[in-house]
């Protein structure tokens, strides 16, 4: 009962954080839309028992990437407008329709199939199994997923280095 | 107990609403924030999916998309600024070839 009542609060708070960010005019506000739409997820991670990739969630999501965006927005500026009219019309709407149709087909799938597909799905759930604690965390990370782990640090030292560089990038004439 | 076809659901939601705005936007930072959105999506897919079959590697993997996507945003938001300084535009329209 508690975890429908927060599905649907969560759910909803997600969906109107998401539209936000595609209907507002001005980028800060699709960025505040988007906060919502993380924190609302971070919620049903918890309610999940996803308690550590709920708290990264918020601590690099909420807090570091959105304080990156929210920067980047203030230092290019948000005066300007943005165009409205269509270059290319029946494009956009031919892939959005098809997309559309996908997705959806997608979605009855997941809803309406009872899971056929994924046949370990029947069983019942075991909250202990999945009990997202840092310790059992931690566990598979640093045995079965040792090499993908220390990949990542490598990826956040290339990372890091590639923006220093496209920061100090000048213009060579003038 | 919430079905788990209902976060299913409410995840491809998500992800069709930041596909259409990746689709209908020409701002580049608010196209960013809709791939945020579309990871996010999956993430949820995978947290679900992940308690459905009782299974902790759900978790594991979002660990992983949440370091990638860190990532990425750095990267990303720098190119942005640097063509921002060459430019002075973020709209993704004016950038259409490929020349500094």
């Given at each position: 009962?508690?975890?429908?009542?927060?599905?649907?609060?969560?759910?909803?708070?997600?969906?109107?954080?998401?539209?936000?960010?595609?209907?507002?005019?001005?980028?800060?506000?699709?960025?505040?839309?988007?906060?919502?739409?993380?924190?609302?997820?971070?919620?049903?991670?918890?309610?999940?028992?996803?308690?550590?990739?709920?708290?990264?969630?918020?601590?690099?999501?909420?807090?570091?990437?959105?304080?990156?965006?929210?920067?980047?927005?203030?230092?290019?500026?948000?005066?300007?407008?943005?165009?409205?009219?269509?270059?290319?019309?029946?494009?956009?709407?031919?892939?959005?329709?098809?997309?559309?149709?996908?997705?959806?087909?997608?979605?009855?799938?997941?809803?309406?199939?009872?899971?056929?597909?994924?046949?370990?799905?029947?069983?019942?759930?075991?909250?202990?199994?999945?009990?997202?604690?840092?310790?059992?965390?931690?566990?598979?990370?640093?045995?079965?997923?040792?090499?993908?782990f220390e990949a990542t640090a490598l990826l956040l030292t290339i990372?890091?280095?590639?923006?220093?560089?496209?920061?100090?990038?000048?213009?060579?004439?003038? | 107990?919430?079905?788990?076809?209902?976060?299913?659901?409410?995840?491809?939601?998500?992800?069709?609403?930041?596909?259409?705005?990746?689709?209908?936007?020409?701002?580049?930072?608010?196209?960013?924030?809709?791939?945020?959105?579309?990871?996010?999506?999956?993430?949820?897919?995978?947290?679900?999916?992940?308690?459905?079959?009782?299974?902790?590697?759900?978790?594991?993997?979002?660990?992983?998309?949440?370091v990638?996507?860190?990532?990425?945003?750095?990267?990303?938001?720098?190119?942005?600024?640097?063509?921002?300084?060459?430019?002075?535009?973020?709209?993704?329209?004016?950038?259409?070839?490929?020349?500094?």
């Amino acid at each position: 009962m508690v975890e429908t009542i927060l599905f649907v609060l969560a759910a909803a708070g997600a969906l109107a954080g998401a539209v936000t960010v595609v209907l507002a005019r001005n980028p800060i506000y699709s960025a505040v839309g988007l906060l919502g739409t993380l924190f609302s997820v971070a919620v049903l991670y918890v309610v999940q028992l996803a308690h550590l990739v709920a708290a990264v969630q918020v601590i690099v999501y909420a807090g570091a990437v959105m304080t990156l965006f929210l920067f980047v927005i203030m230092l290019i500026g948000v005066d300007k407008e943005e165009k409205r009219e269509e270059n290319l019309p029946r494009q956009r709407l031919w892939v959005g329709a098809v997309a559309g149709v996908i997705i959806l087909f997608a979605a009855g799938v997941a809803v309406f199939g009872d899971f056929a597909w994924v046949p370990a799905a029947t069983g019942p759930v075991d909250q202990e199994a999945t009990n997202g604690t840092v310790q059992a965390i931690a566990e598979p990370l640093f045995t079965d997923w040792v090499l993908a782990f220390e990949a990542t640090a490598l990826l956040l030292t290339i990372a890091a280095a590639g923006a220093v560089v496209l920061a100090m990038f000048r213009r060579k004439r003038n | 107990m919430v079905d788990v076809g209902w976060y299913m659901a409410l995840a491809a939601a998500l992800f069709l609403i930041g596909a259409l705005g990746m689709l209908l936007r020409r701002n580049a930072l608010v196209m960013f924030m809709c791939i945020e959105l579309m990871l996010n999506a999956v993430n949820l897919t995978l947290i679900s999916a992940g308690r459905a079959l009782n299974d902790l590697d759900g978790q594991v993997a979002v660990f992983f998309i949440l370091v990638v996507a860190a990532a990425e945003v750095v990267v990303g938001l720098a190119i942005i600024v640097a063509i921002f300084r060459r430019r002075a535009t973020a709209s993704v329209d004016e950038l259409s070839e490929l020349r500094g």
